[in-house]
């Protein structure tokens, strides 16, 4: 609309029913209602607009257009900065601290999860999934990580007199979107749920059923109507395998614990 301000943020990403970096922060963005603007580009296009050669990228259009953001977590410590009265980290200072650092592991471990299974939100793979004993040891980490997010934060609201929303940290927080992403894995690629407590099944059903998270949800799969956004290596990492088949999830799926 002729003069109506233009957002302050511009993000540069891939489609983020592959990327796993982009959709964190999008996830932020999305679900704290931060107006923005994004430009959504293929990976052969991203070194043409990045000189690192990664993304996301946000330009802060109120700071310097020649230095954007280039890093995911960096990115949404900037934005809670920039918006204190959201609350993208938990007002607690204890369940703030225990959500850095659950969000920092997320963005600098887990490689073998991030490398054995790449980040495709509406694939399902069936079959014999090979699940390597050190990407066992990683889930059990992120189940650990869950459980324990989950409990200390329901005594600790308990004392507050706080209401608790279900998610990590009680409220939904940058934590949740950082894990966001790894929670697709589980589903892609039917990942053992053994050794998840109630606490993880729990709030796993909340981050699922939660209307933002099935908006984001919804915009993966209109991404996956257009060709052009396809990545065939991400559709086919297990390429000569008879015993694992590909297919796609529907988009009315709901989680459920059998």
């Not at 964190?24 to 580009?41: C, G, H, K, P």
């Not at 020649?66 to 900037?78: G, V, Y």
């Not at 495709?120 to 040891?137: L, W």
Request: hydrophobic share 35%; aromatic share 12%.
């Amino acid at each position: 609309m002729s003069g109506q301000k233009q957002p302050d943020y511009h993000l540069i990403g891939t489609h983020t029913r592959y990327s796993g970096w982009t959709s964190r922060v999008e996830t932020v963005l999305e679900y704290f209602n931060i107006s923005y603007t994004a430009q959504i580009i293929t990976l052969s296009e991203v070194k043409s607009v990045s000189h690192t050669g990664l993304v996301p990228l946000l330009e802060c259009r109120s700071l310097d257009h020649d230095t954007p953001l280039n890093d995911s977590l960096a990115t949404c410590e900037f934005l809670a900065e920039s918006h204190p009265e959201l609350g993208l980290w938990p007002r607690d200072r204890r369940l703030r601290a225990l959500a850095r650092s659950a969000a920092a592991e997320m963005h600098s471990g887990f490689t073998t999860l991030r490398t054995s299974y790449s980040t495709n939100f509406i694939a399902r793979y069936t079959g014999n999934i090979p699940v390597s004993e050190q990407a066992k040891k990683e889930i059990n980490r992120l189940f650990v990580i869950w459980d324990t997010a989950r409990r200390v934060t329901k005594q600790r609201l308990a004392e507050l007199g706080e209401t608790d929303e279900g998610f990590l940290f009680g409220r939904f927080s940058i934590a949740d979107a950082f894990f966001w992403p790894v929670l697709w894995r589980f589903r892609t690629y039917n990942l053992p749920l053994d050794g998840a407590t109630q606490e993880v099944l729990a709030w796993m059903g909340t981050m699922w059923d939660d209307p933002t998270m099935r908006r984001l949800a919804h915009n993966y799969y209109r991404q996956a109507k257009n060709p052009a956004t396809s990545i065939e290596h991400y559709d086919n990492i297990f390429p000569g395998r008879d015993d694992i088949h590909y297919g796609t999830f529907p988009e009315d799926w709901r989680f459920t614990v059998h």
